[in-house]
């Protein structure tokens, strides 16, 4: 199996930065499409941005402008920055990658990392 560990939420005012990061472990994998997802409180689950293998992105219009995913291919890492933060993008933010391993398609979660902001 693949493990994905994130990091780097925390409390920051409204117009602040945070950046996230997650990064993948396990054997005989390659990573193919990674994304951040994330769940408010009381809300469903939400796709906050991806990017695929090629390097495509796409993002939640309502972090449009504001928020940047990339990727270290060589350290199987995907990270998300988000600046100009809004108290609405207070959630519980959740990494989440395909993979291939071993000839088999996979996908994972981390465990989540809570992002609050405050007014």
């Known amino acids: 199996q693949v493990q994905l560990v994130e990091s780097g939420g925390g409390l920051v005012e409204a117009g602040g930065s945070l950046r996230l990061s997650c990064v993948a472990s396990?054997?005989?994998?390659?990573?193919?499409?990674m994304g951040w997802y994330r769940q408010p409180p009381g809300k469903q689950r939400e796709l906050v941005a991806y990017?695929?293998?090629?390097?495509?992105?796409n993002y939640a219009d309502s972090v449009k402008g504001r928020f940047t995913i990339s990727r270290d291919v060589s350290k199987n890492a995907v990270y998300l920055q988000m600046n100009s933060l809004k108290p609405e993008d207070t959630a519980l933010y959740y990494c989440?990658?395909?993979?291939?391993?071993?000839?088999?398609?996979?996908?994972?979660w981390g465990q989540g990392t809570q992002v609050t902001v405050s007014s």
């Open positions: 990017m695929t293998s090629d390097d495509t992105t």
């Open positions: 396990g054997n005989f994998f390659i990573l193919t499409t």
């Open positions: 989440n990658g395909d993979w291939v391993r071993l000839g088999r398609p996979g996908s994972s």
